[in-house]
Every structure is written in C-alpha cells, then in structure tokens.
C-alpha cells in the first residue's frame, strides 16, 4: 500500500496529537484516520466512494495555516470524515480530489446527479 499523503491534526499549527490522516493510492486507494488514546479506532473511506469535499477554514486556523477538510462519501459507517487541523490543506484537498477522480476512472464510474426536472436533456440526448 503506497501511502501519498500523510499528517497529524495539529494544535497551534504543530503536530502534537494522537489522531494521524493518510491518503493511500494502489489497487484500491483510500482516506484514514486513525486516533490513538488508550483505544485504537481507525476509520476509512475508500475514494470511489467519494460524492463531495468541503474545506473549512476558520479565522483561528488561517491564522496557523491549517484547515479541515470534510470528506462526503456513499459509505454506510462513515458517510462524513473529517480531516482536522491539517496543514496546507487547499493542497490536501486537491490530492484527493485528483485521486478520487483516478479511482472513479478505474472503476469505470460516472457521476450523475439528480436534478429536479426529470426532462431536462444533457448533451447527446440523454436525458438525466
């Protein structure tokens, strides 16, 4: 499993916390988070499964360059994972923005979103 990204949620810009992110890529790449106190609990969201990504940066974490991002997914247990605290996270974003792209690709994917007006034709003819 080749990991391409990886960090921890930061306090005051430093990464001083038992709660450590990474982005996987492969065969099947996903998103971790992993928190560490006296328990192990580990959460993941594989890419394919991604609908949307918010990134959320309060005045406090511009202040110290970090920033949360919100992972939307069709998973059942973790339908919203967030990424808190991290550092350069526009960057972050746009690496598993990419990265969910790839997977959908490989996966033969397509998106389709649900409008409101049924009828509506896209390009081609189809309809949605």
Same mark, same amino acid.
């Given at each position: ?11 005051? $810009? ?6 450590? %992110? &990474?982005?996987?890529? $492969?065969?099947?790449? +996903?998103?971790? +988070? ?10 993941? =969201?594989?890419? %394919? ?8 940066? &309060? ?32 960057? =972050? ?6 990265? =969910? ?22 390009? $081609? $003819?189809?309809?949605?």
């Amino acid at each position: 499993m080749e990991i391409l990204w990886k960090d921890r949620k930061r306090h005051l $810009g430093l990464p001083i916390s038992f709660t450590k %992110y &990474s982005v996987t890529g $492969g065969e099947n790449p +996903r998103v971790f +988070r992993e928190t560490v106190l006296f328990n192990l609990k580990e959460e993941e =969201v594989l890419l %394919y499964r991604v609908r949307d990504l918010t990134l959320i940066r &309060s005045f406090g974490q511009r202040i110290f360059g970090v920033g949360t991002i919100a992972i939307h997914s069709s998973d059942q247990t973790t339908p919203t994972l967030e990424l808190v605290n991290v550092a350069r996270p526009k960057d =972050v974003k746009e690496l598993i923005f990419n990265k =969910v792209e790839e997977a959908k690709a490989q996966r033969r994917m397509r998106t389709t979103e649900l409008l409101d007006d049924p009828g509506i034709e896209m390009d $081609g $003819g189809e309809e949605v």
